[in-house]
Each structure stands twice: as structure tokens, then as C-alpha cells.
């Protein structure tokens, strides 16, 4: 490993992150957990699921630029909300060297939820 580093400001409390660089060119980057988040969702499908907008995260102030996207997951604490919500990723793309992830959270009902969003992702950076 070459480094291991938080990679957004603490003090704003959201999208916060960290990576891990290695030398063969690879890069774990990873949302610290314990965050609470708040999203609506209000808009209903076809089968009755109901999603919120498309959000987008990427991590703030990474100094490390990333070629290319080889994988994401996606976890969620439902922090004991009713109406399951779920979190599920629209898209993935690298822009400027940051990687982005687009996503809405999905839910048996329409409301506000008050949830842990984690995202691991691999990359490379060389």
C-alpha cells in the first residue's frame, strides 16, 4: 500500500471518504460509515415502488485522479425505517479524475428516510 487517506473535508459531515492507493495502479475508495442522510422519496413506478431524484456523490478534494471504474457496491442501514428503503445505483462514471456515482433509494412508500449510505468502490489510477 502506498497511501491511506481521508479524502473530504470532516467538518461539512456529508459525502465523507477515504482511499486507499496501492502501487500496482489500484484504488479503494470507500464512504466512512456512520453518516445519516435524509431522502425523499416521491415518485412512483409502474409496480408500485416508489424512488426518489437521481442523486450524485463523488468523493470532495480526492487528490488522487481515476482513470477507470472497475466495480461499486452499495449498502444501506435502514436505520429501523419502515417502508424498506433501499439504495440503487443509476450510473457510474469517472469525470475530471473523480469517480462519480448516481444513484436513487427506492422505498415500499413515499416519505422522507433518515439512513446510512455506504459506497465501496475499486478503481485504478494508473
Same mark, same amino acid.
Given at each position: @500500500?502506498?497511501?491511506?487517506?481521508?479524502?473530504?473535508?470532516?467538518?461539512?459531515?456529508?459525502?465523507?471518504?477515504?482511499?486507499?492507493?496501492?502501487?500496482?495502479?489500484?484504488?479503494?475508495?470507500?464512504?466512512?460509515?456512520?453518516?445519516?442522510?435524509?431522502?425523499?422519496?416521491?415518485?412512483?413506478?409502474?409496480?408500485?415502488?416508489?424512488?426518489?431524484?437521481?442523486?450524485?456523490?463523488?468523493?470532495?478534494? @480526492?487528490?488522487?485522479?481515476?482513470?477507470?471504474?472497475?466495480?461499486?457496491?452499495?449498502?444501506?442501514?435502514?436505520?429501523?425505517?419502515?417502508?424498506?428503503?433501499?439504495?440503487?445505483?443509476?450510473?457510474?462514471?469517472?469525470?475530471?479524475?473523480?469517480?462519480?456515482?448516481?444513484?436513487?433509494?427506492?422505498?415500499?412508500?413515499?416519505?422522507?428516510?433518515?439512513?446510512?449510505?455506504?459506497?465501496?468502490?475499486?478503481?485504478?489510477?494508473?
Amino acid at each position: @500500500m502506498l497511501e491511506e487517506k481521508e479524502c473530504s473535508p470532516k467538518d461539512t459531515g456529508e459525502n465523507q471518504w477515504k482511499y486507499r492507493k496501492w502501487s500496482n495502479g489500484s484504488v479503494e475508495i470507500w464512504r466512512i460509515g456512520g453518516n445519516v442522510d435524509t431522502f425523499t422519496v416521491s415518485r412512483s413506478s409502474a409496480n408500485g415502488i416508489y424512488y426518489s431524484d437521481e442523486i450524485v456523490w463523488y468523493p470532495i478534494d @480526492m487528490p488522487l485522479k481515476i482513470t477507470k471504474i472497475d466495480q461499486i457496491l452499495a449498502t444501506i442501514d435502514r436505520k429501523g425505517n419502515d417502508g424498506l428503503p433501499n439504495v440503487n445505483i443509476v450510473n457510474a462514471f469517472t469525470e475530471n479524475g473523480y469517480p462519480f456515482i448516481k444513484f436513487i433509494i427506492t422505498a415500499n412508500r413515499t416519505g422522507q428516510f433518515k439512513v446510512s449510505t455506504n459506497f465501496y468502490i475499486q478503481a485504478r489510477w494508473k
